[in-house]
């Protein structure tokens, strides 16, 4: 299963909302997570099973969708948020990443 | 306090073999499912390979299965990666990561710092 994230990158300004879209090559029920990552660091578990927060992810992040279209929201960005963003499908294997999104600052 | 520290990466010539280790503490090491995942330089994630709580059960990336081996030793906490083969193009940092559930499939929770591996003649 192949996983397309767009865009492949943004620029946004503290404060702004943020939307990055997962979209899956087959359906994949709600069988997504999505991670963060920063330079020079461990990727990082936001969201399960495509939309329930992981343990103490800021409630600003939200993730929504279902079947082949997923989207990650962050409502308002904060400085630490800028990193890279990747969903992962678990639905069936080979498990699969997508591409990544990269959010810098404007 | 979970963690996870991965070692064994270093420098390999093309056609050799290596085996990755990722001591596990923290967690009951053999209720969970174990993912190895890597990145190659300025590169995304790659998903490799995962073994189930057990070690029944195992999964492989189509670009390694054949040439690695994932496995694990419960009674010594610890996850394992048998990498034989080895191309330039496995070169990258391998973490070791945590299930989030005891099914294989399932997110990734906690990761090591990675270890690097680099195949050049």
């Known amino acids: 299963i192949q996983l397309t994230q767009s865009p492949s990158s943004l620029s946004a300004s503290v404060g702004d909302s943020v939307s990055i879209t997962c979209r899956a090559s087959q359906g994949i029920s709600s069988s997504l997570a999505w991670y963060q990552q920063k330079p020079g660091k461990t990727p990082n578990l936001l969201i399960f099973a495509a939309s329930t927060l992981q343990s103490g992810v800021p409630s600003r992040f939200s993730g929504s969708g279902s079947g082949t279209d997923f989207t990650l929201t962050i409502s308002s960005l904060q400085p630490e948020d800028f990193a890279t963003y990747y969903c992962q499908q678990l639905n069936s294997y080979p498990l699969t990443f997508g591409g990544g999104t990269k959010v810098e600052i404007k | 306090e979970v963690q996870l520290v991965e070692s064994g990466g270093g420098l390999v010539q093309p056609g050799g073999s290596l085996r990755l280790s990722c001591a596990a503490s923290?967690?009951?090491?053999?209720?969970?499912?174990m993912n190895w995942v890597r990145q190659a330089p300025g590169k995304g994630l790659e998903w490799v390979s995962v073994i189930s709580g057990g070690g029944s059960s195992t999964n492989y990336a189509d670009s390694v299965r054949g040439r690695f081996t994932i496995s694990r030793d419960n009674s010594n906490n610890t996850l394992y990666l048998q990498m034989n083969s080895l191309r330039a193009e496995d070169s990258a940092v391998y973490y070791c990561?945590?299930?989030?559930?005891?099914?294989?499939?399932?997110?990734?929770?906690?990761w090591g710092q990675g270890t690097l591996l680099t195949v050049s003649s």
């Open positions: 990561a945590k299930g989030k559930r005891i099914a294989a499939a399932s997110d990734l929770d906690y």
């Open positions: 923290g967690f009951t090491f053999s209720g969970y499912a």
